[in-house]
């Protein structure tokens, strides 16, 4: 159970680094990961009695 365990902990270890590094390197390779740029405009009443 315990070898079970240890090999789980380093496939999580292996994919959070595999993650930052997907993070950091991604965009050299085409990936985009910024949000869309929209302007959103919205009428606001200051005076709602």
Same mark, same amino acid.
Request: neutral net charge; hydrophobic residues 50%; aromatic residues 16%.
């Given at each position: 159970? &315990?070898?079970?365990?240890? $090999?789980? @902990? /380093?496939?999580? =270890?292996?994919? %959070?680094? &595999? #993650? =930052? &590094? $997907? %993070? /950091?390197? &991604?965009? @050299? @390779?085409g990936? !985009?990961f910024?949000p869309?740029?929209?302007?959103?405009?919205?009428?606001? !009443? #200051? !005076? %709602?009695?």
């Open positions: 159970m &315990g070898r079970i365990l240890k $090999y789980l @902990f /380093y496939l999580l =270890v292996l994919g %959070a680094i &595999g #993650l =930052v &590094g $997907y %993070a /950091y390197v &991604g965009p @050299f @390779f990936a !985009d910024s869309p740029q929209t302007e959103i405009r919205l009428p606001v !009443d #200051l !005076d %709602a009695r």
